[in-house]
């Protein structure tokens, strides 16, 4: 069975950092591009960062742009979502995506895999 699992989320104070890593289980993450997304409760899931499988090409949301990174380590079959500055409008639960292309995209239906999510509190 294809599954994705993240971990590395956390309560976390305002000015803090957390590092999320999504791990693929059936398949081979590096053969995929892969998408961070979050879901604020009462609010749409939206994307936040992506990464081609080729590592190449990176993305991101203006709201995380200049605090987010999103790198992947192919020896770990691995990829991370490093947060840096969390602000309390950060807080959400955070979800990773896989889709069969060597692409980076923000658009939640080009994704076909996804794991169950980890939570992210930012408190002020």
């Known amino acids: 069975q294809l599954q994705l699992v993240e971990s590395g989320g956390g309560l976390v104070q305002s000015g803090g950092s957390l590092r999320l890593s999504c791990r693929a289980s059936g398949f081979t993450l590096r053969d995929y591009g892969v998408g961070w997304f979050r879901q604020a409760p009462g609010k749409e899931r939206e994307g936040i960062s992506c990464?081609?499988?080729?590592?190449?090409?990176?993305n991101y949301a203006e709201s995380v742009k200049g605090r987010f990174t999103i790198s992947k380590d192919d020896t770990k079959d691995t990829v991370y979502l490093q947060m840096d500055s969390l602000k309390p409008e950060d807080t959400a639960v955070y979800y990773c995506?896989?889709?069969?292309?060597?692409?980076?995209?923000?658009?939640?239906?080009?994704?076909?895999?996804w794991g169950s999510g980890t939570q992210v509190t930012v408190s002020s």
């Open positions: 990464i081609s499988s080729s590592g190449s090409t990176t």
């Open positions: 995506a896989a889709l069969r292309y060597n692409i980076c995209v923000l658009r939640r239906g080009e994704y076909r895999y």
